[in-house]
Every structure is written in C-alpha cells, then in structure tokens.
C-alpha cells in the first residue's frame, strides 16, 4: 500500500476494473472531520446494517476520536475503540486487501497510513438450510448442507460440541481463491490421514473449485475406476458420525456437498436411518441393498444370459412363457436388452433435467413407450420390460447417488460380457470387478474393509448392523487409536430388584 | 513386463479355452419335451419328438393365435436316437434343444427286446437331462402316447411327468422313475429295474386334434396303469393294481395310499387313508440259507366306514388293525411272488445281502436272479396303527339312530 489515499483508491479502481458492485465510500473522519478516509465494500458479500451501525456511523462521530491529527493515532483509536465488530485485521499488502474485499469484509483506508484495516462484515444473502433433497431420512434430522461453508460447519459442530472438534482452512484455486476447510476431531481421527488430506489438498494447482466435485477428482486415490473412493453426503448428521468414526470432512465454499474421506465400499450401502432404527431392522434393510446392488448390476445380464446361453437353466414353464414373448421379437435378447436400457436411460437423464412442469409429460409418454407401445409393437418382450423395470428401480433404492451411477456403467459391461460368453462372461466381469475392488484405495484404507481385510471387531457394522451397543470399536483401520466407543455392558436390561413390579 | 504379459497370456486363455458354451437365440431353438422311441419294420427306429410349439401356449402374448396346437410332433425314421435328432432338421425349422426333455418314452416292444442301445446316447449327451422320466407305453407306440393333447396340461408330456409323481404319491399304485435311477438300477448288482407305464385309450387319432380338449371328457385319455418290471434291460412284466402297490410297499415308495378293508366277511367295509408307511428289508443268511425279513410299519386314518364298529373299543379297533395288515401282507406277498415268477429281484434284497453278507454274497452273485431268488424265503410283518377315525369319532352316522 502506497499511504496515499487518493493513489491507492486509484489503483485499486483500476485494478477492479471499475465494478459496479465494489462501493468505495470515501469520508472524512478524525477531529474535525480533519482526515480523509475511505469506506470500501464488495456489495452483496456484507451485511449492511452492521456496516452502516458498525462502522460509517462510528467513524463519522468526530467526538469519538482523540483531539490529534495524527494519522497513526486516528489508526489506533480506530482499530481499538470505534469499530464495534468482532473481527479487525491490518492489512499490509494487496493481495490480502483483495481477498478481504472480495470475501464479504469491510476495508478502511486512510490517508497516510500505509496500513489498511479489514473489518469482517461478511454477509449478504445465501440459501436457508433446506430438506435434504437427495438422502432421505424418516426419523432423522431434516436440516441439509446450503452453500455456504461457514453454515455448513455450524451445522456440524452443533452436533458435536467438543473443542477438539478441529477446523483447518485453506484456500484453493488460484482464480477463484475458493475457501476450503478440513475438519476432524482431534484424539480419535488418524494423525496421517489428517496430515495426507491436508497434503493433496495443497497439491491441488487448479483454477477454479467450484464444486467439491473438483476436490474429490483431484484427491481421489485412483481415477480410473467406477467406484467412488471418497463419500459425499448432504447431511450434516452422517458428517457427525463419520468424523466420530475418525474421519475427515471437507468443506467447500459454494457446494452442498460435504465430502468424508476415507470411503469404505459399505459405507455407500449404508442410510443415516440405519443407526436410528433398531438393529435387526437395519440388518434386514442393509442385506437388501446388497441384493439391490446385486440385482441392479447383474438383472439384465443375467436375463440375456439365460436366454441366449444357458436356457436348461430355467423351469421349462418359464422359458417356455419367455420363448413365447420372445417369438415375434426380431432381435436378439441382447439388443433387445439393450435397447430397452438405453431407452430407460435418456428417459431418466431426460428426466432429471426437465423443468418440472415437463417432466411429468415425458414421464407419461416414457411409460406408454417402454410398458406399452414398444411391447405392442413386437420389439421387445414384457419379460424385458418387467428386467429394466426391476433394474431401474432397484438403482433407485441404492442410498448412495455415485454408487449408483456406477452400477449403471457396470451393467453395461456386463451386459455386454453376457451377450459374449453367457454366464462364464458375468462371471469373469464380476471376477475383475472384485479383484479391482480389492486393490482400491481410500487414503490408505482398504476399500473393502472390514471384508477384505477381515476384520471381526468392525464386521458389525458392515452389512449387517449390530446393537449400538455391541458396536463398541470405531473403525479399527480409520482410527487406530482411542478405538472403543461404547462402555462396557451397555445392554439395557429392566430393573431386576423386583421393587416395581 | 514379462511377467505382466504372461499374466495376460494366461487371463486370455482363460477365455478361449473355457469349455463348451453356444449363443443361442430363443427363436432358433426347438424345446423338445419328449422323446419317444418305437421299433419299425425293417429294423431301424421311429423316433418321435414332441416340440412346443410357444406362441400358442395360452398364457403366451399372442393370444390371437392360441387356437393353434400347443405342440408339434414329428417323427422320423433313423437308425438310432442321435441319428434321429439330427435327421429331423430336415423337417423342423430350428435346432433341437434337448435340455428342457422331461420326458423319455419307450413302446412295449422296444423295451421288451432291451433298452441298452438306445440309452447311452442320451446318458453322454451333455444336453439330455437324467432326471427325465422314463416311462414304457403299455400295449402301445410311443408315438401314440406323445401325440395326444391333453386338457389341463398344456405340454402332454409335463402332464405325464406330473400324472405320475401325484398318482404315485396319493395312489400308489404306480411308480415314477427316471433315466439315472433306471439306469443305476440296472447297473447295479441284486437289483432290477423298474419303470411307470402308460397307456393310451380312446380314439388316438382324434385325440391328435385340437378337438381332444374341447370336450369335457378328452376323446383319447393317456393314463399312467401299471409299473413295468424289468430284468436286465429287459422288461418282463407288467405289474398293476394291488401287485403294482405291492412293489411301492417292498419299495418303501408308499407316501399316501387308500386301503380298502374287510370286516367280518363284508368286503370294503373300511377305508384306510395310509399317511405315514415305512419298509424296512432285513436280509439274514443263517447256514447259507438267505432269508429276508420284511417290516412294513404304517399308519393310518378310517376315512370311510361302512360297518358298525365301535372305535372307542380297543379289542374291535386291535381286530380292525390286524385286518388292515392282513390286507397290506397280501399285496406285498403278491409282488414277491409276480418277481420270483419273473426272476427279477426288484427289490434289490441282493444289494442288501451284498452289503450284509459280502462274503456270502461273492458265492451266490452269479446265480442270485436265476436260482436263488425265485427260491427265497421271505417274512413279512405290518405293524398297522389306526390314529384317527377323522370327524366322525364313532360308528357310521346311519348307525347313530338307534
């Protein structure tokens, strides 16, 4: 900073391009009004009412400065004992003023004073915390993560009201100077993970971060995979929970999505109502995701395998009822199959793109065509139809969105296996898919633990679902230390004295 | 790297190399239901494959066309069963498709000159499958009994497997067998095989036509009548009625049975329903004698009555007990007696002793069917058990007047 007012407003005008929304309120402050000054806010970014009480109308009072013209006095006095807001920082150099002013703070130059203060003043409008759109919860909390960062964090450190509840920051990509922030709770998250999040995401030399979609592509421990090796979710409850299980959040500013890291293939098969519910209910409901998942990779597949390759396999009824749909059909399954998925798909990213009042417009003319003309029509088999109808909804049922955008690339492949080698295809597609799932990494954990590596302590809260109370260690793997959670003998038992009956 | 590419050579081969496996549409295939065999004149065979024929199986999505016949039946001319299966390309427009045959048909006098030429063919055939039933028309071509269409049934030769399976579990009077069990039996020593029988009446060419089943009573009825005893590979005799149930009885092969028994010189005066039957076979070899001791434990509820007869009494219901064994021992005498007739040890008494008595049995093995079997001794005793006399707990309700 030049110390001169008039020189520094000047090139910090032409350096903003002359925005509109940048307000440069110059003043004159000091005992009778004797100093000049200037006010400078990002419109939009702060909130008025405390710039204008906090700060204009503070600095304005000539009775509140001290009786000397001195710069360095005034600056003093200002930074002590007028501006009454709870953030206020001297800023020395450009790019810091910059940052400041662009992030929501309030910035006061004087004349001849090199120093600039920065106020934080940040505010403005953001989104309300809304419902949940994507993750659903019956009993759980309905609050969800909103744009900003600084509500986002909030909403988790409610949850969790411990001051080794950490929060790092740092900003990345270089345009957009994005504010990201790891969170963690010190004493039960790995030391090492902390320290390898916090190394990829410095490494991380991009633009732009405008998602967390773009900390999740750059930290990722292998990006030629369908499986998604860091966890998203929009709730700031399974953000709790994860960071109690030693995990690591991160936050970015401008995306509802928090990510935890590190994933665990479960951990996408696994809803927040499974630990809300009671044990054998969850049990019961997590075994059926792993059927769904089954279900949703292998249906159409194992449909065109069968009916191509291995048709002893099925009661003689039933492929006699499936040769008899098939007889007018003048492709063969595997086409048919797949015409039938590619037309599921483009209704569904047809779908997830329509303006609402369209949407259900399609959705119509989407089911006349796939359950009625398209059978009608002799190109394809109610058999089928009933296969990419249980498919697509059984995708639907899988908790995790990016599990389930894997599985559909998956069951292509498949699909396409199938249609090749018959069941030996499927067989040999899944053979890889677990061998790649086995050598998957998640910051250093194993991608299929606690069932590849085996390992008992933690197996109770994997596909199948524990009492709270027998799920007594943390993550073996995750944590490594402080592993016990729950006290012993927690087992609720009624009163055994006798005394109330 | 070397290594990499070797790993890649491998998984490569793991491909190519694997075994048999063929893409096969729907459409192209022929689901073969059954396969009946006949002698013709000069020699060769008459083979006869019953095809479904899916688009007009109602229940199918065109129902338009469903007054077409659910199957087709083709027959060919050929020296053997393999031969046959490929020479009938020349008439069927797809390839036959041997998986989902559940049934496997031989005329009496095929079986009677022998089944070993026509069954290893269907025994190596990957595709054959052998828990079909097999079954012996009786008196009859195998081509007769797989042409006639039949009203619940839509496939005939389903209708045959299920006729068999129900009949010999609520009648018992017949018996269910199919290609590996035959074929065990055969095979093994001191047994001798058996098989269901079938027979076609009525009007068998009208029951070819579509009309068999638009009548409330079919013009041709098939009917499974009889157990076909073998010896060897041979058949020899046709076992029915009270015999045949004679043979499920020493077969321990008895779920459900109804008994009809006399009271006091009244014939049928008492029906048993038989749900619980159990048969054990002793065999003893005492001083080179080989006897076999028979139990036949069964249990049983009255469900018809058409005596007086006081249940509550315990002398009377002992007495009604004892005609109950009396009439399940003759059947089961019958049997052994239609077997030593025929010097076929259906029973498989000789595979007991064998297992028994190994020593013993080295001795007799070669003469067991001929000499000393038909010459067997055997005990039999049924422990009959009256458990319920079900809604009605006394006498027949035009009893109760008086």
Same mark, same amino acid.
């Given at each position: 900073l030049a110390g001169n007012l008039e020189e520094d407003l000047q090139y910090l005008i032409s350096e903003t391009g002359q925005?509109?929304?940048?307000i440069i309120r110059e003043l004159a402050i000091g005992p009778e009004h004797g100093t000049k000054a200037a006010v400078i806010v990002t419109d939009g970014l702060i909130n008025n009412q405390t710039v204008n009480n906090s700060i204009l109308k503070m600095m304005l009072? @000539?009775?509140?400065?001290?009786?000397?013209?001195d710069p360095e006095t005034i600056f003093q006095k200002l930074k002590t004992?007028?501006?009454?807001?709870?953030g206020v920082k001297e800023i020395l150099y450009w790019d810091d003023l910059f940052f400041s002013l662009l992030t929501g703070e309030t910035i006061i130059l004087m004349d001849g004073n090199p120093v600039a203060l920065a106020t934080n003043t940040k505010g403005g409008e953001v989104r309300q915390i809304g419902e949940p759109k994507a993750e659903i919860?019956?009993?759980?909390?309905?609050d969800s993560f909103t744009e900003s960062i600084r509500i986002n964090t909030s909403l988790v450190r409610r949850r969790i009201v411990n001051p080794h509840l950490h929060l790092e920051s740092m900003t990345l990509g270089k345009v957009t100077q994005t504010k990201v922030e790891i969170m963690y709770i010190k004493g039960i998250a790995n030391d090492k993970i902390v320290q390898e999040v916090r190394d990829r995401l410095q490494r991380i030399d991009i /633009? $732009?971060?405008?998602?967390?979609g773009y900390i999740e592509q750059m930290i990722e421990?292998?990006?030629?995979?369908?499986?998604?090796t860091v966890f998203y979710t929009e709730r700031p409850d399974i953000v709790a929970s994860n960071l109690l299980e030693g995990k690591v959040a991160i936050f970015v500013q401008g995306s509802p999505s928090v990510i935890t890291v590190?994933?665990?293939?479960v951990e996408f098969f696994q809803s927040a109502d499974d630990y809300y519910m009671r044990f054998d209910i969850s049990t019961a409901l997590r075994i059926l995701r792993v059927l769904i998942f089954i279900l949703s990779i292998l249906a159409p597949a194992a449909y065109v395998a069968v009916t191509?390759?291995? $048709?002893?396999?099925? @009661?003689t009824t039933l492929i006699i009822a499936i040769a008899a749909q098939r007889?007018?059909?003048?492709? @063969?399954a595997f086409v048919e199959a797949l015409v039938m998925e590619i037309t599921f798909e483009i209704l569904r990213e047809a779908g997830v793109r329509l303006p609402r009042a369209i949407g259900q417009a399609v959705s119509i003319v989407g089911a006349l065509v796939i359950g009625q003309a398209a059978i009608q029509a002799s190109i394809v088999s109610p058999a089928m139809v009933i296969i990419v109808a249980i498919t697509a909804i059984a995708n639907f049922a899988i908790p995790s969105y990016s599990v389930a955008i894997s599985t559909r690339l998956i069951r292509f492949v498949l699909m396409a296996l199938s249609a090749f080698m018959g069941f030996y295809g499927i067989i040999f597609g899944l053979t890889i898919m677990i061998f790649h799932l086995c050598s998957l990494r998640s910051f250093g954990i194993p991608y299929l633990a606690p069932l590849a590596p085996l390992m008992a302590r933690n197996i109770? /809260?994997?596909?199948i679902r524990l009492p709270l109370w027998a799920?007594?260690?943390?993550p073996t793997l995750i944590?490594?230390?402080?592993?016990?959670?729950v006290g012993n003998e927690q087992r609720p038992f009624p009163d055994q004295s006798g005394e109330n009956r | 790297v070397k290594k990499k590419a070797f790993h890649l050579v491998l998984i490569i081969s793991l491909i190519l190399l694997s075994g048999c496996w063929d893409h096969q549409e729907l459409t192209d295939? !022929?689901?073969? +239901?059954a396969v009946g065999v006949d002698k013709d004149k000069d020699g060769q065979i008459l083979a006869t494959f019953q095809i479904i024929n899916p688009r007009n199986l +109602?229940? !199918? =999505?065109? =129902?338009?066309? %469903?007054? !077409?016949?659910?199957i087709a039946v083709y027959r060919i001319k050929a020296d053997n069963i393999l031969d046959a299966s490929r020479k009938i390309s020349q008439q069927v427009s797809r390839q036959m498709y041997? %998986?989902?045959?559940n049934l496997l048909v031989f005329s009496e006098e095929i079986a009677r000159r022998g089944l070993k030429p026509y069954l290893d063919a269907i025994i190596r055939s990957? =595709?054959?499958?052998?828990?079909a039933t097999l079954v012996i028309v009786k008196e009859g071509r195998a081509e007769d009994l797989l042409s006639v269409l039949t009203p619940?049934? =839509?496939v005939p030769s389903l209708k045959i497997e299920k006729t068999l399976e129900f009949s010999n579990m609520v009648w018992g009077m017949n018996i269910s067998r199919n290609i590996q069990e035959v074929v065990t039996e055969m095979l093994a020593q001191g047994k001798q095989a058996v098989a269901g029988g079938f027979s076609v009446e009525g009007d068998k060419k009208q029951g070819q036509s579509h009309k068999n089943i638009q009548y409330?009573?079919?013009?041709a009825v098939i009917h499974a009548d009889s157990i076909a005893v073998f010896k060897n590979d041979r058949l020899v005799k046709w076992a029915e009625d009270e015999t045949a149930r004679g043979i499920n009885w020493l077969l321990d092969n008895i779920k459900f049975t109804v008994m009809n028994v006399p009271w006091k010189g009244k014939e049928n005066a008492f029906g048993f329903i038989i749900f619980d039957a159990k048969t054990r076979i002793h065999p003893v070899v005492k001083t080179g004698i080989p006897r076999a001791h028979i139990t036949i434990k069964v249990e049983g509820t009255v %469900?018809?009555?058409n005596a007086n007869i006081h249940f509550l009494n315990k002398k009377e219901r002992d007495q009604l007990a004892h005609s109950l064994e009396e009439t399940i021992q003759q059947e089961a005498e019958k049997a052994i007696q239609m077997a030593q007739e025929v010097k076929s040890d259906i029973f498989g008494i000789g595979e007991r002793i064998s297992k028994t008595y190994p020593d013993y049995w080295k001795q007799v093995a070669s003469s067991w069917d001929d000499v000393i079997f038909p010459e067997l001794e055997t005990k039999i005793k049924v422990e009959a058990l009256i458990r319920r006399t079900r809604n009605k707990l006394d006498v027949p309700f035009y009893e109760e007047r008086k």
């Open positions: 925005s509109s929304d940048i009072d @000539p009775f509140s400065f001290p009786d000397s013209p004992g007028i501006l009454s807001v709870s919860s019956i009993r759980g909390a309905q /633009d $732009q971060m405008i998602d967390a421990d292998e990006t030629f995979t369908t499986f998604p590190p994933a665990l293939f191509t390759f291995h $048709q002893e396999m099925i @009661p007889e007018a059909i003048p492709f @063969p109770g /809260d994997s596909i799920m007594r260690s943390r944590s490594q230390k402080n592993i016990i959670r | 295939i !022929g689901f073969v +239901t +109602t229940g !199918g =999505q065109s =129902q338009s066309s %469903a007054n !077409g016949v659910p041997f %998986a989902h045959t990957p =595709q054959y499958r052998s828990t619940l049934d =839509q409330t009573a079919p013009l %469900a018809h009555a």
